[in-house]
């Protein structure tokens, strides 16, 4: 039997993921490096999905954003 968290996150990538791969996909250029990067984005947002639960989709288009800077350093 499923936890509610995992229950709530699989409806939140189910819904969103599209979307938040597109946004990947404009800050990477590139189509497999906005895949790993949205992958590494949503095990952040499973993480924390106690924190984000109220607004997930606003915490992962931040951690996009922020994610490949900290990669870099």
Same mark, same amino acid.
Request: glycine share 2%.
């Given at each position: 039997?499923?936890?509610? /968290?995992? %229950?709530?996150? $699989?409806?939140?990538?189910?819904?969103?993921?599209? +979307?938040?791969? *597109?946004?990947?996909?404009?800050?990477?250029?590139? /189509?497999? %490096?906005?895949? $790993?990067?949205?992958?590494?984005?949503?095990?952040? +947002?499973?993480? *924390?999905?106690?924190?984000?639960?109220?607004?997930?989709?606003?915490?992962?288009?931040?951690?996009?954003?922020?994610?490949?800077?900290?990669?870099?350093?």
């Amino acid at each position: 039997m499923r936890d509610s /968290r995992g %229950a709530e996150f $699989d409806d939140f990538v189910r819904t969103r993921s599209i +979307v938040l791969l *597109r946004v990947a996909f404009l800050l990477t250029g590139d /189509r497999h %490096a906005a895949e $790993d990067l949205l992958q590494e984005v949503l095990e952040q +947002v499973y993480v *924390r999905w106690r924190r984000v639960r109220s607004s997930p989709e606003a915490y992962a288009r931040r951690a996009l954003v922020n994610e490949p800077f900290r990669a870099t350093f």
